[in-house]
């Protein structure tokens, strides 16, 4: 078994009971980008998340941005499934990031009842849940664990 693969059934175990392909860690995320180009990481945070807070760093060819919900008000992105489809294919292995691990987890779900059926949430997300000062970064996710992204 190759180490995608490997990634892959620990993920869909990790996952068992989800209304989706299964559940990665910041760290899997990254080496399934870096070991197949056809691993697709869309982050469903806003615009503006994005622009204040960071992106990840990963090649413009595996990464796309689709909002969940909407900046500002937070209303539900109505495009949300047409804009799926621009950036990853049903075939693809797609990847979905949001802050902290909960926008990541409905948009797999609805990925996969859109047809995709390897969508993965991505635990944790970018910035990981508040510590107890509040601050995030600190606890878990993609900063956290020390994977490229570029700052606001």
Same mark, same amino acid.
């Given at each position: 078994?190759?180490?995608?693969?490997?990634?892959?059934?620990?993920?869909?175990?990790? /996952? &068992?009971?989800? =209304?989706?392909?299964? $559940?990665?860690?910041? *760290?899997? #995320?990254?080496?399934?980008?870096?070991?197949?180009?056809?691993?697709?990481?869309?982050?469903?945070?806003?615009?503006?998340?994005?622009?204040?807070?960071?992106?990840?760093?990963?090649?413009?060819?595996?990464?796309?941005?689709?909002?969940?919900?909407?900046?500002?008000? /937070? &209303?539900?992105? =109505?495009?949300?499934? $047409?804009?799926?489809? *621009?950036? #990853?294919?049903?075939?693809?292995?797609?990847?979905?990031?949001?802050?902290?691990?909960?926008?990541?987890?409905?948009?797999?779900?609805?990925?996969?009842?859109?047809?995709?059926?390897?969508?993965?949430?991505?635990?944790?997300?970018?910035?990981?849940?508040?510590?107890?000062?509040?601050?995030?970064?600190?606890?878990?996710?993609?900063?956290?664990?020390?994977?490229?992204?570029?700052?606001?």
């Amino acid at each position: 078994m190759s180490p995608t693969e490997e990634i892959l059934a620990a993920a869909r175990n990790r /996952g &068992a009971g989800q =209304p989706y392909a299964g $559940a990665v860690t910041p *760290q899997e #995320a990254y080496a399934l980008l870096q070991a197949d180009p056809k691993v697709k990481l869309v982050d469903v945070r806003t615009n503006a998340e994005r622009d204040w807070v960071g992106r990840v760093a990963v090649p413009d060819t595996q990464h796309g941005a689709v909002q969940w919900s909407l900046y500002p008000g /937070g &209303a539900p992105n =109505p495009d949300f499934a $047409a804009q799926l489809q *621009q950036v #990853a294919g049903q075939d693809d292995v797609v990847l979905f990031l949001c802050r902290s691990g909960v926008r990541s987890r409905h948009a797999a779900r609805v990925a996969t009842e859109l047809g995709y059926p390897n969508a993965f949430d991505i635990l944790e997300g970018f910035e990981g849940d508040r510590d107890p000062d509040g601050h995030r970064k600190t606890v878990g996710g993609w900063c956290k664990a020390g994977l490229p992204w570029v700052g606001a």
